[in-house]
């Protein structure tokens, strides 16, 4: 079992592209515009570590991710294979624990991860 926070974009490509946070369609969004935000998100996380950059990753989470997980700060609790989109579970495998992804793109959308577990 794994566990990883998680900030989701949806774009035009993603397979529901309507914001769990927000109720809007996000179908205008480009991949290009949702990688830019993801990158600035990526940008202000640098550099913490540990317990900081769980808490600073929980709120970016909060306050931008489209992922009904938001509420939690991005948590998605444990899971194992097969339980995830396939890009997403190979993202979050390709991790160490402790680690932060670069952009992960699935048919949800573009993500950013934090992998817990």
């Known amino acids: 079992m794994v566990r990883a926070l998680h900030l989701l974009c949806k774009n035009e490509s993603s397979r529901n592209p309507v914001s769990r946070r927000t109720g809007a369609s996000t179908s205008t969004v480009s991949v290009a515009s949702a990688h830019a935000e993801l990158q600035t998100i990526i940008q202000r996380l640098q550099g913490k570590s540990g317990q900081a950059l769980v808490d600073a990753f929980a709120q970016e989470a909060q306050a931008r991710s489209d992922c009904g997980s938001f509420k939690q700060g991005g948590d998605l609790g444990d899971f194992g294979p097969g339980d995830m989109q396939k890009a997403f579970e190979d993202g979050t495998m390709a991790l160490?624990?402790?680690?932060?992804?670069?952009?992960?793109?699935?048919?949800?959308?573009?993500?950013?991860?934090?992998?817990?577990?």
């Open 96 to 117: 160490k624990v402790g680690e932060m992804s670069g952009i992960v793109d699935s048919d949800s959308g573009s993500h950013i991860i934090l992998r817990l577990a």
